[in-house]
């Protein structure tokens, strides 16, 4: 962006300061027009009838007349904009994108207003022979948006070129107050002198609505924006073409009428019949002088008294009952009687000379006619004699003259759309234009989880896959970046702009359902027995399709048709299996059935037989399990008396022991007592000996006598059975 920024400004210090030059052609350009502009006042004067005084003679308003016939026949209904792949390929970008810049021409023509621009411009084109039309990059709320304008006859101004292809250079003229300029172009403004309004020109002083004259001047030849104010020689700006465009002018080529051979100067359509509408003006001018002659004149003689009188009073009455005035005097008239008496102002003569200026009038609003093209078909009227097929060819050949100024104003809303495609694609960001479109295009994330879930196998399914293997918006919004691939690849058109007419589309559209619908009847045998025709089949029904302009909305259906008639060709190429006898195929069926139901007879009998069996599981291990806890009853029984009879056993014994160790302490006691007897009657010398002898056999008794009775003391205290994990006994201990 700084680089871009630095360029522009490299290239605003280049561009030339003196506005001199482009002053003077544009005077030049403006010299060349003015006959044709005076020719346009003249128009408007006569369309209006500003000048005509309120005591002119009477005209019929055939210029009117024709202008309201025209506009409707040339121009009724807004451009709906139409953008398609040039080619029918499959090309995977070029029908996202082609979507995406129909959708937001559709938008941008909506809010914009292009109808009512397209209406400007069709009446400047019937009025004066131009209508010109402009397209602006603008802003709101933040967002680019494209806006049309229709330009004034006396706004635009173009190099004065023999044809449109060599213009150099155009310039539209705008209306600025002196805060709006001073806002855009700084105070270089304060040098443009202010133009006097309407209401001052007619003596009304209001300062606020003097405007200032600015030429926005667009150069092909230096691809530079010039502002130039009137009469101002300084240049109020100037700038790269901020817009990239293919033909580099913002606007399309002027819908053009008749203009001078060799020159860009229009000639108003009502020039080559003015003679016409004079003469029509003079005989309508002549047919109401002479109906103003048409009163109930006479002429009777003069003195007759009573007669007089009773003629004035009849004359001057203006009730529409029947009148009777008496006169006195009417014998006296004679065998004559009363119709001799007055002599009437020959009417007779002044209506047969009315109705041969109606006869007139008419023939020269025929020859009007004959000079515009407009026939009697496209007025709305023809005669009950006349058959459907010559009506039908009146209508052609009637609108054969106007179908030049519809294909004009076609033509001119095309080159608006493409415009207007242009700046979408150079200029409107990814965001805005998926806003506008509302189109749905392939999500990057979705798409590379669809790719793993392919990786590893698993089933996507085919909605998924299909709009994962659609571009993504940045993909789309690139390539439409591309000026030479989007013009190589897309085509820009518009539908039509004139009323269609309700019969002849109901009947396009039966001839397209009879056609389409007959082919595909006679068609759908042909790729059943031929597969590999179903491609060629496919083509041929997009390319009977396409010469009806009632198929147009279905062409992604056809196109989808086809593909699936080309799936089911290949389908149908894959090798099949021979055909099989009916026969033996209905006895494959009757043991299928057969063998399905013994499968299904086998499948209850053996879950019959594994319920039993299950039962009967149940039942011997109820039973095993109730004769295991009475074999471990009597076991553990069992157990408990042999334990029983063990620790009697083993009381037993140890009171015995005890009994003998009572015994064997007491014989010691006896034996020691023996002992000390005898050791007293031995002498003095061997008392060392003998004491420690009595020593020692006292202390062997002590601890047999300590043994005695922990001996007896275990045996006398309380005893309990030790089992092991398994429940049964292993053992008596000791309670202490």
């Known amino acids: 962006m700084n680089e871009e920024a630095e360029q522009m400004a490299e290239a605003k210090s280049e561009a030339p300061k003196d506005a001199r030059d482009w002053l003077g052609k544009i005077k030049s350009a403006e010299r060349e027009m003015e006959k044709w502009r005076e020719r346009c006042d003249k128009i408007d004067k006569l369309l209006t009838k500003e000048s005509r005084a309120e005591s002119a003679d009477r005209e019929m308003s055939v210029f009117w007349a024709n202008m309201e016939v025209l506009k409707p026949a040339t121009y009724a209904r807004m451009p709906i904009p139409v953008v398609a792949p040039r080619f029918k390929t499959k090309n995977n970008l070029a029908g996202p994108a082609s979507d995406i810049l129909e959708r937001s021409l559709i938008v941008a023509f909506e809010q914009s207003d292009i109808d009512g621009v397209m209406r400007e411009v069709r009446d400047e084109l019937l009025l004066y022979g131009r209508g010109t039309a402009w397209v602006r990059l603008s802003e709101e709320d933040g967002a680019p948006v494209v806006a049309f304008d229709e330009v004034e006859r006396d706004d635009f101004i173009h190099d004065m070129v023999p044809a449109w292809r060599k213009v150099r250079w155009v310039a539209r003229r705008v209306r600025m107050t002196k805060e709006e300029g001073l806002a855009r172009f700084g105070d270089v403004f304060e040098q ?24 926005e001047v667009w150069c092909k030849t230096s691809r530079f924006v010039y502002w130039v104010g009137k009469d101002c020689p300084v240049m109020l700006d100037a700038q ?160 054969l003259r106007i179908r030049e100024r519809q294909n004009e104003l076609a033509r001119v809303a095309r080159d608006l759309a493409r415009i207007a495609a242009e700046i979408m694609a150079e200029n409107f960001d990814a965001q805005t234009l998926q806003a506008m479109s509302q189109v749905q295009l392939a999500d990057p994330i979705e798409r590379a989880k669809v790719q793993q879930m392919q990786e590893a196998g698993q089933e996507v399914p085919p909605a998924i896959v299909r709009r994962a293997n659609q571009p993504t918006l940045d993909e789309v919004v690139q390539f439409l970046r591309d000026d030479r691939t989007r013009g190589f690849t897309i085509e820009i058109e518009t539908d039509s702009t004139i009323q269609p007419d309700e019969d002849a589309e109901k009947q396009r559209r039966v001839e397209f359902t009879t056609a389409i619908g007959g082919f595909i009847q006679s068609s759908a045998p042909l790729v059943l027995q031929a597969p ?194 398994d429940g049964r006994a292993t053992g008596v201990e000791t309670v202490m």
């Not at 601890?703 to 275990?714: D, L, Q, T």
């Open 532 to 725: 590999q025709l179903g491609p060629f089949i496919a083509e041929v029904m997009k390319f009977a399709a396409g010469g009806f302009r009632a198929g147009r909305p279905l062409e992604a259906a056809i196109d989808t048709l086809a593909e699936q008639l080309e799936q089911a060709a290949q389908v149908a190429m894959q090798p099949k299996e021979p055909p099989v006898d009916p026969k033996i195929e209905m006895e494959k069926q009757r043991l299928a059935a057969d063998m399905e139901e013994r499968k299904a007879r086998f499948e209850m009998d053996k879950q019959e037989k594994a319920a039993r069996l299950q039962m009967e599981r149940e039942h011997t291990a109820a039973k095993l399990a109730m004769e295991q806890q009475k074999a471990q009853a009597e076991l553990n029984a069992m157990v408990a008396t042999r334990e029983a009879e063990t620790s009697l056993k083993r009381d037993l014994a140890m009171g015995d022991m005890a009994l003998k160790a009572r015994s064997m302490v007491a014989d010691q006691d006896r034996a020691n007592a023996e002992m000390a007897a005898k050791a007293s009657e031995q002498t003095e010398g061997d008392d060392g000996e003998d004491k420690a002898l009595l020593q020692g056999l006292a202390e062997m008794a002590d601890a047999i006598r300590s043994m005695g009775e922990a001996i007896v003391k275990s045996n006398s205290a309380p005893k309990r059975l030790v089992r092991g994990p």
């Open 192 to 215: 443009v002198p202010m133009d006097k309004t309407k209401r001052e020109k007619e003596g009304e002083q209001n300062r606020k609505e003097q405007q200032a004259c600015v030429y």
């Open 240 to 399: 790269p073409a901020f817009l990239t465009l293919k033909d580099f002018f913002p606007c399309p080529k002027p819908a053009y009428g008749t203009r001078l051979r060799g020159r860009l100067i229009p000639v108003p359509d009502i020039v080559q019949y003015t003679d016409q509408i004079e003469e029509i003006n003079e005989m309508t001018a002549r047919i109401a002088a002479v109906s103003e002659t048409l009163r109930m004149r006479g002429f009777y003689p003069a003195g007759q008294g009573e007669l007089s009188e009773a003629i004035e009073a009849a004359i001057a009455s203006v009730d529409n009952r029947s009148l009777l005035i008496p006169i006195s005097s009417f014998a006296a008239f004679g065998s004559g009687g009363f119709k001799d008496q007055i002599v009437w102002f020959p009417v007779v003569d002044a209506l047969n000379l009315i109705k041969g200026l109606i006869e007139l009038r008419r023939v020269l609003i025929e020859d009007v006619y004959q000079v515009t093209g407009i026939s009697d078909i496209v007025r709305g009227s023809t005669e009950a004699s006349e058959t459907a097929t010559a009506q039908q060819i009146k209508s052609q050949w009637g609108s």
